[in-house]
């Protein structure tokens, strides 16, 4: 079985429809003191047969064979020098249900003997008591005051994709309403900023006109980008971000699909920060760039944004951000932000089941210049991990968006062992 894993043409095997190779995650740092720990996390597409076998090699030990069920996960170990320090190659893989296998990752750790002193890193939770007091939180935590601030519905997600970019284009926070009366929270801390102006995104079947009235009582200003569905009120905020930052714009943009939040979100940091306005995909596919975008990065992969939207774009494709989950997607975004001169310290931790703590947290985050990164509630997504890992040396800070239900304590100590 392991020769035909090291040999060639062992895609052949698949059968049936499944044709796409699983993925492995390690949640590697590049240096350990005393023995060193890695978890080799294991995946396969939606639609697959699952996990199979998962491979890995250690130098030139043989290679050790793990038969699960199942997503696997796995626990390599490699041992600490008495004295001085060792250099492990870590080379591992996995195999489907319907034969496919995936490329030989690799990856080298060194491990030195004695022990390290973790660094003061602080983990941080934004919250409140609700999605509404924990906006505010967010904003209290970022912006000491505002000119203008960004309403959006706290429990829709449609209208708000690409808030990010709008509230870096005023230097302002993003801030959550029902439909129908806005939090009093919500009223001081407009009032708190000394914001003159509110945009409000979507329209009045989303927020309405007596929520409308209330914004311009409190700021004194108020206007309203909303259109006939969420594609609209994406290109009304677009087009808006783009005025708004006039010649700074350089005409680069996210595109990410209009279906679902999470890859949109997972880029709102670096929206606001880069001034990147985000346009939505239909599911068909379609889409209309506002003037001015010369250059557009996908989010997601091509199950969530089609193909053909990349082929569409032509000379205006830039690339695509893409894993091969929500959070591994959060994870690409998140190493483009700090290609762009982003930092990994402070950055943000955000539930990828729900969105609305992302919503609020990424103008903080963007503000911070800083990134997001998405988990599961009860359980540190993998991926995660092995970015938070990966960038131990350059983090002092990790803030948490949400009370316990959004992100639970179980993450915050998983986070936290990383940099023990």
């Known amino acids: 079985m392991v020769v035909a894993v090291l040999g060639v043409g062992v895609a052949a095997?698949?059968?049936?429809?499944?044709?796409?190779?699983?993925?492995?995650?390690?949640?590697?740092?590049?240096?350990?003191?005393?023995?060193?720990?890695?978890?080799?996390?294991?995946?396969?597409?939606?639609?697959?047969?699952?996990?199979?076998?998962?491979?890995?090699?250690?130098?030139?030990?043989?290679?050790?064979?793990?038969?699960?069920?199942?997503?696997?996960?796995?626990?390599?170990?490699?041992?600490?020098?008495?004295?001085?320090?060792?250099?492990?190659?870590?080379?591992?893989?996995?195999?489907?249900?319907?034969?496919?296998?995936?490329?030989?990752?690799?990856?080298?750790?060194?491990?030195?003997?004695?022990?390290?002193?973790?660094?003061?890193?602080?983990?941080?939770?934004?919250?409140?008591?609700?999605?509404?007091?924990?906006?505010?939180?967010?904003?209290?935590?970022?912006?000491?005051?505002?000119?203008?601030?960004?309403?959006?519905?706290?429990?829709?997600?449609?209208?708000?994709?690409?808030?990010?970019?709008?509230?870096?284009?005023?230097?302002?926070?993003?801030?959550?309403?029902?439909?129908?009366?806005?939090?009093?929270?919500?009223?001081?801390?407009?009032?708190?900023?000394?914001?003159?102006?509110?945009?409000?995104?979507?329209?009045?079947?989303?927020?309405?006109?007596?929520?409308?009235?209330?914004?311009?009582?409190?700021?004194?200003?108020?206007?309203?980008?909303?259109g006939t569905n969420r594609y609209d009120t994406a290109q009304l905020v677009a087009r808006k971000t783009i005025e708004l930052l006039g010649a700074s714009y350089d005409g680069s943009a996210f595109l990410a699909t209009g279906s679902d939040f999470p890859d949109a979100l997972g880029a709102a940091p670096v929206s606001y920060a880069k001034g990147m306005p985000v346009v939505l995909a239909a599911p068909d596919g379609s889409y209309t760039l506002p003037a001015g975008v010369t250059k557009v990065y996908i989010l997601g992969g091509t199950s969530v944004v089609p193909e053909s939207v990349q082929r569409t774009l032509g000379s205006a494709y830039a690339g695509r951000l893409a894993g091969a989950t929500r959070y591994a997607t959060a994870v690409a975004i998140a190493k483009f932000g700090v290609g762009e001169g982003m930092s990994w310290n402070g950055c943000g931790v955000a539930s990828g089941v729900d969105p609305a703590d992302a919503l609020s947290g990424g103008p903080l985050l963007g503000a911070k210049n800083t990134v997001l990164l998405l988990t599961t509630p009860t359980t540190l997504a993998a991926e995660t991990g092995s970015a938070i890992a990966e960038n131990t040396d350059l983090i002092r800070e990790v803030r948490f968006l949400g009370g316990t239900g959004a992100v639970s304590d179980d993450c915050l100590a998983a986070i936290g062992g990383l940099f023990q």
């Open 13 to 226: 095997l698949a059968v049936g429809s499944d044709t796409t190779d699983p993925t492995t995650f390690a949640n590697a740092s590049a240096v350990y003191y005393g023995d060193a720990t890695v978890k080799l996390t294991a995946y396969d597409d939606a639609d697959g047969k699952g996990i199979s076998y998962m491979y890995y090699r250690i130098d030139k030990h043989a290679t050790q064979l793990v038969e699960v069920e199942g997503a696997p996960v796995h626990t390599v170990t490699l041992p600490a020098p008495e004295t001085g320090s060792t250099q492990y190659r870590l080379r591992y893989w996995s195999q489907d249900g319907a034969g496919n296998v995936e490329d030989i990752n690799s990856l080298n750790v060194t491990v030195k003997a004695g022990t390290l002193t973790p660094p003061s890193t602080m983990l941080t939770r934004i919250q409140g008591t609700n999605r509404y007091e924990t906006a505010v939180a967010a904003s209290k935590a970022g912006f000491s005051s505002a000119s203008a601030v960004v309403i959006a519905r706290g429990d829709l997600f449609a209208d708000a994709l690409g808030g990010a970019a709008l509230a870096g284009a005023v230097d302002g926070p993003l801030l959550l309403t029902s439909s129908t009366s806005v939090p009093e929270s919500a009223i001081a801390e407009i009032k708190r900023l000394g914001a003159t102006k509110v945009y409000i995104l979507g329209s009045e079947g989303a927020i309405s006109a007596k929520v409308f009235d209330q914004l311009k009582t409190a700021a004194g200003s108020a206007e309203r980008l909303g």
